[in-house]
T-cell receptor, first 114, second 110 residues
């Protein structure tokens, strides 16, 4: 089946630094990708919709200047958490839509900000 | 997007059939019902999707009554490895962004 990968799977960074997370669709082209965040024991919360070649659409309450999204190609979207703080520590998950199929999710990236 | 309601948790034993019901009273005509499974620290995994009546695959069955205001995910003969959170979602025809509810935490005991 279709595979979506994320890199890194885990990252620990110091407060104030920036972290980039990559999301790749490995065997299909995805014009649209989504970024979710999941805190412990909670459900996934949609952060933004990433469209190839255009600006991302952010959900209400998500700071676009803090969570930079770049969908540079049909197989790659990146999420950069800028000036990370401990409250940004979370599980970040991306997904991609394959035309005519269901939405495929990546394995997630565990971000810990110290 | 149609809101879904499902039980917060369910307990079962190995070998039993588990049925998780989801209500979606304001489902639209072009909406599909989709179920995902999520293990801790992993991304959700697609289980099954349907529009009406019954859909079956190698993992589960999905029962949808004629009014489509609810649906039931049926897992036959669960094992310990089926312990996970199960999410019911209603997805528009264009399969846009998914809005996750709280899901049902299924615990399978030996």
């Amino acid at each position: 089946g279709a595979v979506v990968s994320q890199h890194p799977s885990r990252v620990i960074c110091k407060s104030g630094t920036s972290v980039k997370i990559e999301c790749r669709s490995l065997d299909f082209q995805a014009t649209t990708m989504f970024w979710y965040r999941q805190f412990p024991k909670q459900s996934l919360m949609l952060m933004a919709t990433s469209n190839e070649g255009s600006k991302a659409t952010y959900e209400q309450g998500v700071e676009k200047d803090k969570f930079l999204i770049n969908h540079a190609s049909l197989t790659l979207s990146t999420l950069t958490v800028t000036s990370a703080h401990p409250e940004d520590s979370s599980f970040y998950i991306c997904s991609a839509i394959r035309r005519g199929h269901e939405q495929y999710f990546g394995p997630g990236t565990r971000l810990t900000v110290t | 997007l149609a809101k879904t309601t499902q039980p917060i948790s369910m307990d079962s034993y190995e070998g039993q059939e588990v049925n998780i019901t989801c209500s979606h009273n304001n489902i639209a005509t072009n909406d599909y019902i989709t179920w995902y499974q999520q293990f801790p620290s992993q991304g959700p995994r697609f289980i099954i999707q349907g529009y009406k009546t019954k859909v079956t695959n190698e993992v589960a069955s999905l029962f949808i009554p004629a009014d489509r205001k609810s649906s039931t995910l049926s897992l036959p003969r669960v094992s310990l490895s089926d312990t996970a959170v199960y999410y019911c979602l209603v997805v528009g025809g264009s399969q846009g962004n998914l809005i996750f509810g709280k899901g049902t935490k299924l615990s399978v005991k030996p």
